[in-house]
């Protein structure tokens, strides 16, 4: 099983729309879960953090089952600009320093 | 507002090169990484440093890499005898005090091609 495993897309949504990301992660203990970012050809960065409670920025909310191991994102009232890549991320249980990054979900918002 | 920066943004090198990337990490963070992203694939973890040691490195980052902190700005890869899967862009990043990751800040990246 992968690490962090996200379906890759991608998802191609009319302007407006709400869309939802999933993603799943192998180690139980793991303690840090994000949402970053990721244009073509940029480099990441950080959208929301998630919590154990679920958060929301905006028109974005994160969810966190950790029983199931499994993190979303929901994105409401899709915007052109939202077009990229979302990373699911989490950290390596052996080290709070060790950022694990799933292979990422494309979104593209059409007109 | 405070950003990580990197040089060179693009290296191109012949294989069996040695090549430095360098990175100014925020000023006021503690903790410095270096990841690196293959075209078309994931973002994966390299090495972190805090202390003036590396704290954590992964299976990829072997005897022909190296990290440094030469001064109080400045935080470098060392890549010895390039190989042609070394190509990938390599994102310096870095982040502040907390117990964990917290945010990590990237650069923009330092595109490596091996010739």
């Known amino acids: 099983r992968k690490e962090v495993e996200q379906d890759p897309g991608p998802f191609n949504v009319p302007e407006g729309a709400t869309v939802a990301f999933n993603c799943t992660y192998s180690?139980?203990?793991?303690?840090?879960f994000f949402w970053y970012r990721q244009d073509c050809r940029k480099e990441p960065k950080l959208l929301m953090s998630v919590y154990s409670s679920g958060n929301e920025d905006g028109r974005f909310t994160a969810q966190l089952n950790r029983a199931s191991q499994y993190i979303s994102l929901l994105i409401r009232d899709s915007k052109l600009s939202d077009s990229a890549t979302y990373l699911c991320v989490v950290n390596g249980a052996d080290s709070s320093y060790k950022l694990i990054f799933g292979s990422g979900t494309r979104l593209l918002v059409r007109p | 507002e405070p950003e990580v920066t990197q040089t060179p943004s693009h290296q191109v090198t012949q294989m069996g090169q040695e090549v430095i990337l360098r990175c100014v990490p925020i000023s006021n963070h503690l903790y410095f990484y270096w990841y690196r992203q293959i075209l078309g694939q994931k973002v994966e973890f390299l090495v972190s440093f805090y202390n003036n040691e590396i704290s954590e490195k992964s299976e990829i980052f072997d005897d022909q890499f190296s990290v440094e902190r030469p001064d109080g700005s400045n935080f470098t890869l060392k890549i010895r005898s390039t190989k042609l899967e070394d190509s990938a862009m390599y994102f310096c990043?870095?982040?502040?005090?907390?117990?964990?990751?917290?945010?990590?800040?990237f650069g923009e990246g330092s595109r490596l091609t091996v010739l």
């Open positions: 990043a870095s982040s502040g005090g907390e117990v964990s990751p917290g945010e990590l800040f």
């Open positions: 180690n139980s203990a793991s303690q840090s």
